[in-house]
């Protein structure tokens, strides 16, 4: 194992920390190394794209953190160029890899809540809130054109179209840029906070909610869909329960193995009573990974397609905020239709 930094020094500091065998100049002398299988992009948005080409035309299996890319043009591009090269290629998601996550998915599926009605979501935080709070994220050149909801609305949309198994087909977005200017960075253009009502393909409604500007909110992720029969609701930061909403007779249902479905429970390391949480997903998300470099296929696993779906959605959220209107959200050849619930 190793790692390849923008300098030397910094693979060194970085191999050190990590505990990694070796450092290596540079990304290319990394993927000279035959001895690496798996490559772990953790770098600025821009370089994404170009990076995870270079690993593929190495051919080796490429996990690439979100956003895949900055543009749509070259996310399409790299689900197709990994699809072709038949590695594995994946981007973390991770918030799929909750048990209750899984859990809502498969309650919706198996039409628990009945014909889909409305969404509700929404990611907030608050490590934007001031001026003088800063990050290389805000500038373009290295975080790309979207901020918020590329970093983290691309994280809620996948969860609704993941657990409902349904797709946005059009949306309707407004943004702000709270603050144009902060600590080391001036004329900034990417949003603090971004607003939308979706439609989705099976006739269900909704409203989104992303800010990196809500004071008091650390990582608060939240999904709520109603169906006619139930409603269900997860939260990021209350990860061990659902709430399932009926007209009589609500109930909080606790991660419990002897209460949950088969994907569900897979994913429920520890027993009941012991809590699981963000860094337990990721771990899960990089083991599946790891698992189908070797052949298998986990369930849930996002790939290069769901990347693309993210890079698709936060071209719509963008090209709505500029013109004011509704956009049909692109579809590729590459990615699944909507299923009815």
């Given amino acids: 194992m190793g790692a390849a930094s923008s300098t030397l020094a ?13 450092a290596y100049a540079s990304a290319d002398d990394l993927l000279a190394d035959d001895s690496i299988d798996v490559v772990h992009i953790c770098t600025p948005n821009t370089t994404h794209a170009d990076l995870a080409f270079a690993v593929i035309a190495a051919g080796k299996h490429v996990i ?61 935080q608050d490590w934007l809130l001031s001026e003088s709070d800063d990050d290389w994220r805000v500038d373009t050149s290295l975080g790309g054109p979207s901020r918020a909801f590329a970093d983290i609305g691309s994280h809620l949309v996948d969860l609704v179209e993941f657990v409902t198994g349904d797709r946005i087909t059009r949306l309707a977005a407004s943004k702000r840029t709270v603050f144009a200017s902060r600590a080391t960075h001036s004329n900034i253009a990417t949003e603090d906070a971004v607003a939308l009502v979706v439609e989705t393909a099976t006739g269900a409604i909704g409203t989104l909610l992303v800010s990196q500007v809500a004071p008091g909110r650390k990582n608060s992720l939240t999904l709520e869909i109603a169906g006619s029969a139930e409603s269900i609701r997860f939260d990021q930061e209350a990860p061990e329960s659902l709430w399932l909403g009926r007209r009589s007779g ?50 849930g696993l996002p790939t290069f397609a769901d990347g693309l779906r993210a890079v698709d959605l936060t071209a719509a959220v963008l090209e709505s905020a500029e013109t004011g209107g509704w956009v049909a959200v692109a579809e590729h050849a590459s990615q699944p239709t909507a299923v009815a619930s």
């Avoid at 910094?10 to 070796?22: F, Q």
């Avoid at 249902?253 to 990721?282: K, M």
């Fill in 10 to 22: 910094s693979a060194e500091r970085a191999a050190a920390e990590l505990g990694l065998e070796r």
């Fill in 64 to 124: 690439c953190e979100k956003p895949l890319a900055t543009t749509v043009e070259h996310a399409e591009a790299l689900a197709a160029r990994a699809a072709e090269a038949g590695v594995t290629a994946t981007v973390p998601f991770v918030y799929r890899y909750h048990p209750m996550v899984r859990e809502a998915r498969a309650r919706v599926a198996a039409g628990e809540l009945g014909p889909l009605l409305t969404i509700q979501g929404a990611y907030l």
């Fill in 250 to 299: 609500s109930e909080l249902l606790p991660r419990d193995a002897d209460q949950l479905g088969a994907d569900a429970r897979r994913l429920s390391v520890l027993p009941a009573g012991h809590p699981l949480g963000y860094q337990d997903a990721f771990s899960a998300f990089v083991a599946d990974s790891y698992a189908a470099t070797a052949g298998a296929a986990p369930e």
